[in-house]
């Protein structure tokens, strides 16, 4: 489905596959809110869209065609529900899950048409706000299951970020240092904050994903994300890089957590210190009293725009040690833990401190590279020993996005999808991994 920006007019659906049933104009009466949905295409095409209409969130229902590819005489199903932003269809076999009441709708295989799925459709009427319906398009997800997608771990790259990396950098111009680098790493420029915050939220439209945390990737750019969090507060949740060696350790929290933003992003390699300094328990200590997360990067540590833009990076990797960070988190045990990429090569240590600390939550982000240090290592194996360990409560799906063009990591998301299929966990264990955990978090 091609983007539609808000405008009175028209959604062009294509096929997604090569002998999908073709291509089909469906008129809509209302306004178009950037709600972009992907539809599995076998024989039969499916079209769902979204829409806005008196500021009601509409989804909408069409069958196009059956198996035969004649069209099907019904007319679209349009439901003013307050909190469907997804839909996807899988014409052999479909259900839906609601959430709260754990209701289950199958269709059998040898029904013709796909407007008998419509009565499928009628069990999201209690579904909770913001919730995306889950696409099952790898070969042993054959269904269309309600499930929220949610992204742990995307980095906001704003203009400020670029001026605050590159600020001993020469060479540069003032003012327009920001587009400049912009250029140089063959990015897209991402002008005020308010843009790039629009753009992440028509990126996240596009690909299904309801919500996501936007990381502050330096410390000084808070109001950054500040700024998309405002704008958009029912898509994005806040977090910002903090380092504590820098002292006064309470007072620079309060402000940033009054601020709207709930996590606070350690990075020891990076700044210097140790996960079970006392600095850092001062950071738990704030955390606990402002409801917030602490995210500690752990093990490996490499910043590609670092790298790109030649600066050195003198990071001090004994520093990010997770059994350091078990110490803390014992002591504050009411502050839940983000370990990000399953530790990023201290996989070992990260798992005995989740086992020690029941705060201690996993993401499942990037490309998960550090596996290279351990031979032999899958992703599979990886999400099947972290699934022993901490359970599926504790693990939240993340993609570590950043920039544009790039956009979001897609292709991260189809990995630990198929590796989660090859390990066989259950979908009611997926829609945890993949939203669940995520909105019980930051409810």
């Known amino acids: 489905m091609r983007d539609c920006q808000p405008r009175d007019g028209r959604l062009d659906v294509e096929s997604l596959r090569p002998r999908g049933a073709g291509v089909h104009d469906q008129s809509i009466p209302f306004t178009v809110d950037q709600r972009l ?45 307050s909190g469907i932003v997804g839909v996807h269809i899988s014409l052999d076999r479909a259900h839906r899950r609601d959430r709260r009441q754990g209701i289950e709708d199958r269709i059998p295989p040898d029904i013709p048409r796909v407007q008998d799925e419509r009565h499928t459709f009628e069990r999201a009427e209690h579904r909770l706000p913001h919730e995306a319906m889950g696409i099952g398009h790898e070969a042993d997800y054959d269904g269309l299951a309600a499930m929220t997608l949610c992204d742990a771990h995307c980095h906001f790259f704003s ?9 001993d950098l020469p060479g540069l ?11 140089r790493l063959g990015w897209e420029d991402p002008g005020d904050p308010d843009a790039l915050a629009d753009r992440w939220a028509l990126e996240l439209d596009r ?20 700024v998309a969090v405002r704008r958009h507060p029912a898509r994005f949740v806040g977090f910002f890089m903090f380092n504590p060696a820098q002292g006064d350790v309470r007072a620079r929290l309060d402000r940033a957590f009054s601020e709207q933003l709930r996590g606070v992003c350690l990075f020891p390699a990076m700044h210097g210190y140790r996960l079970d300094d006392e600095r850092v328990r001062e950071v738990f200590e704030s955390a606990a009293s402002h409801k917030a997360v602490v995210f500690a990067h752990c093990g490996f540590l490499s910043v590609g725009v670092r790298k790109k833009l030649g600066l050195p990076s003198p990071f001090d990797l004994r520093l990010g040690d997770p059994l350091a960070l078990a110490v803390t988190a014992a002591r504050v045990p009411s502050v839940p833990v983000i370990v990000p990429h399953f530790g990023a090569g201290f996989f070992r240590e990260a798992l005995m401190a989740a086992d020690q600390c029941p705060n ?8 998960n590279g550090w596996m290279k240090y351990h031979p032999g290592l899958s992703l ?29 990591q897609e292709p991260v998301y189809a990995a630990q999808q198929a590796a989660l299929g090859a390990v066989g966990v259950p979908d009611a264990d997926r829609a945890k991994i993949f939203g669940g955990n995520f909105e019980r978090l930051f409810q």
């Not at 949905?37 to 806005?52: L, Y």
């Not at 989804?59 to 439901?79: C, F, G, K, S, Y």
């Not at 201690?360 to 490309?367: C, E, M, T, Y």
């Not at 599979?380 to 979001?408: E, K, M, N, Y």
């Open 207 to 226: 690909n299904g994903v309801t919500r996501a945390v936007l990381i502050a990737s330096i410390p000084g750019d808070e109001a950054s994300v500040v």
């Open 159 to 167: 203009s400020r970020f670029l001026e605050l990396l590159t600020k």
């Open 37 to 81: 949905v992907r539809v599995a295409i076998h024989q039969d095409v499916g079209i769902v869209a979204v829409q806005q209409a008196r500021g009601a969130r509409a989804a909408d229902l069409v069958a196009v065609a059956d198996v035969n590819r004649h069209p099907a005489e019904i007319e679209p199903d349009v439901r003013l529900e």
């Open 173 to 183: 111009p003032e003012p327009g240092r920001a587009t400049a680098v912009s250029h």
């Open 380 to 408: 599979d194996a990886v999400f099947r020993q972290a699934l022993a360990v901490a359970g599926p409560d504790r693990i939240l799906f993340g993609t570590d996005s950043s920039f544009f063009p790039r956009g979001w």
């Open 360 to 367: 201690i939550h996993f993401d499942s982000s990037s490309s």
